[in-house]
């Protein structure tokens, strides 16, 4: 695979998900485990010149210059000098400081990678120092410079990478470690080593819970940001770590502690596409959630928002109905019910009134009607008269013929 194409995949694992507006309200529903839903957003570098042809021959003689021009897959000890725009957009750059063990050597995503890092504000003021730093490549568990960045370098390699604050802290920056919003950042990166990730099936009960709890914990750092995309992706791999499935003994605590981390991550996904106006999507992980625990709130809380944003308001307020039943004095749920009450009555009014003017008479105006309706009773009288002047015809006609009759016998 080209180096295009691997910057490429990386690309398509991490969309930049859309800039929304942190609202800053809190919802009684929150409990630090959940997020509440009440109301509140190519690559066409070539590739980088080979390494033997950078920052070489300063100060050698004629013969060494020749001898690694000639051997061209030979690594050059000593920094090099150019910059790759890892993304095309001059906003994700790396630069390899000491070359590693060759292309061959690069990770794989999905591997657990381990590095040494350092992390520098623009005017190199040292943000944070993180010594055999470990985490899962392609994952989201770490900004995503370092995902896009890392899966680049070899085994061995000492790399310097500027980075935009878009693929760093973004415009909200960090409390821990602290940056400031809108941050363009300097890591320095050393890569450490690169191992297959274990095997979920044979993972201990314990282990598997705190490594989908690490994952969830993650994708609440991406939602906290506003980076709803991210946050989808970090629940949607816990999930699949909390529903794979064990070939080790596990206790029915270790199954009902799983099973609460999965809810989580159904609860805060639902959160987070509420967020991208992914409604089907966040509805669908309402139902799982509640498929595992029937009377989760705040399952129930977001299912009725949901089913609201699709004007399903009937089905929304019976939803919100049953949350409230469960917890009668939660004052969020009521207001959300209050609202969906007042917005369905008059939805229903406005039904009415269009159904009341679409059966409206036919014939026009009133007078119309009117003079319609005494043409109607006018011409049906009459018609009375005429059956009744046949009738009494017949009927004397035949009391007649029974006289003649009589006389002639």
Known sequence: MTEKEEIMDACDSHASAPSVKK??????????????????EDIDDDLPPPLEDAGGGKGKNTDESEKKNADSDS?????????MDVLGNDQLKKKVLEAGEGRDSRPQKGQNVKINLKTYLKDGTLVEEQPDL????????????LDLTVQLMEMGEKALVQVDAKYAYGVRGSLEPEVPPNSELS?????????DAPDLELLQPAEKIALASHKRERGNVHYQRGDYAFAVNSYSVALQITESSSKVDISPEEENELMGVRVKCLNNMAASQLKLDHYDAALKSCVSALEQQPDNIKALFRMGKVLALQGEYTEAIQTLRKAL??????????AELSKLVKKNSEQRGAEQAM?????????????GGSGS????AKSTWGLSWK???????VAIGGVALSVVIAARN
């Open 373 to 376: 309706q005494k043409h109607r």
């Open 325 to 334: 039943k469960l917890e009668p004095s939660n004052k969020t749920i009521h």
């Open 187 to 195: 890591l320095e990166v050393e890569l450490l080593k690169a191992t």
């Open 75 to 83: 690594d050059p000890p000593g920094p090099v000098e150019e910059w």
């Open 134 to 145: 470990s985490f899962t490549l392609g994952d989201g568990d770490v900004i995503q410079a």
């Open 355 to 367: 159904y009341k003017k679409m059966l409206g008479n036919p014939g026009g105006g009133g007078g």
């Open 387 to 393: 059956w009744l002047f046949g009738a009494t015809a």
């Open 23 to 40: 609202n800053e309200r809190t919802s009684l529903l929150d409990s630090g485990e959940d997020f509440e839903v009440l109301d509140e």
